[in-house]
């Protein structure tokens, strides 16, 4: 709509997408962008298969572990 139209260029600045591309439409409510010139035709993005892991291999750690802390060199304590 004519009153998002500042809306939708700041968002464009904030992209760098040229305001040249920035099009007004009533196919949709809001400001809506899209990515790539063949995703128009693809619909909505897909939804997420499911909650992705950190890998085995990451060897991740986590804050309640005490035992995995990792030392801090005393030239950086205070």
Do not use: F, H
């Not at 809001?30 to 298969?49: C, F, M, N």
């Amino acid at each position: 709509s004519a009153d998002l139209e500042g809306d939708a260029q700041a968002v464009a600045k904030a992209l760098g997408v040229p305001l040249s591309q920035v099009k007004r439409s009533t196919d949709v409510s809001g400001i809506s962008l899209a990515v790539g010139a063949d995703w128009r035709e693809d619909g909505t993005y897909p939804v997420s298969k499911g909650k992705e892991k950190t890998p085995e291999s990451a060897g991740a750690l986590n804050g309640d572990d005490e035992k995995a802390c990792m030392k801090v060199n005393p030239n950086y304590t205070w």
